[in-house]
């Protein structure tokens, strides 16, 4: 699941890791109530990128409640600003880490 407001990098995203050798399946909200819907539908999701600031996110409660709302499914947060204060609670929160927006697609598909 690439839960992320920003339809472009959410596409590159998908589309990288849909292509060969990969091959993963993906499915995209643009906002937390969106995201609320996937977690609760019947898909079973193997990873959750999670953006911190796209429409309804509450910053860190809201990654929490997602993390919750998500269980046993591993979160990870794609943020444009992935400070060491960031990635701490992030972890401290249950998530995997943060993956910075400054990063290559190549290297967030390598991280997944």
């Known amino acids: 699941l690439i839960a992320d407001d920003h339809v472009l990098l959410a596409e590159a995203v998908a589309a990288a890791l849909q292509a ?12 937390l109530e ?5 977690i ?3 898909t079973h999701f193997d990873l959750i990128m999670l953006d911190l600031r796209m429409p309804g ?5 809201s990654v929490k409640e997602v993390i919750a709302a998500a269980a046993p499914t591993k979160v990870v947060l794609l943020s ?5 204060t960031l990635v701490r609670a992030a972890v401290a929160a249950g998530g995997l880490g943060v993956v910075p927006k400054t990063h290559s697609l190549k290297a967030l598909v390598s991280v997944v």
């Not at 969106?34 to 996937?38: I, K, Q, S, V, W």
């Not at 996110?57 to 409660?61: E, R």
Request: no cysteine; glycine share 6%.
């Open 80 to 84: 444009g600003n992935a400070d060491t």
């Open 34 to 38: 969106e995201t609320y819907l996937a």
């Open 40 to 42: 609760k539908s019947e």
């Open 20 to 31: 060969p050798p990969r091959n993963f399946r993906t499915h995209l909200t643009a906002n």
């Open 57 to 61: 996110m509450l910053g860190l409660k």
